[in-house]
């Protein structure tokens, strides 16, 4: 079993930044990616970006590529989410995951994940 906690959203301006914090703990939490996905209103669960504990290599999507970050501290099980210039678009409760050993789209679909975070919210104003 692996769990998640995310913290560090809330409410910010047009063009300010927000730094997320997943925390994990469990059994086996490091052998599998773990991501980042936002989940707007009316909206489907929407991949971001992930990273391996072991390693550190990431992987982005597009629409977020140049603008947020992610990271991790391997001593402390945890994994960041950097966002800079935020716009109103990026206003969604935002997830942390980690990745199934049966992934089948590189880790970059919800449906390669088994264990997610009880979210956090970001809130952009306009």
């Known amino acids: 079993q692996v769990q998640l906690a995310e913290s560090g959203g809330g409410l910010v301006q047009y063009g300010g930044s927000l730094r997320l914090s997943c925390a994990a703990s469990?059994?086996?939490?490091?052998?599998?990616?773990l991501g980042w996905f936002r989940q707007a209103p009316g909206k489907e669960r929407e991949f971001l970006a992930r990273?391996?504990?072991?390693?550190?290599?990431?992987d982005y999507a597009d629409s977020v590529k140049g603008r947020f970050t992610i990271s991790r501290d391997y001593a402390k099980n945890t994994v960041y989410l950097q966002m800079n210039s935020l716009k109103p678009e990026d206003t969604a409760v935002y997830y942390c995951?980690?990745?199934?050993?049966?992934?089948?789209?590189?880790?970059?679909?919800?449906?390669?994940?088994?264990?997610w975070g009880q979210g956090t919210q970001v809130t952009v104003s306009s």
């Open positions: 995951a980690y990745g199934s050993p049966s992934a089948t789209h590189f880790y970059t679909r919800a449906s390669d994940y088994d264990y």
């Open positions: 990273i391996r504990l072991i390693g550190g290599t990431t």
């Open positions: 469990g059994r086996n939490f490091r052998t599998h990616p």
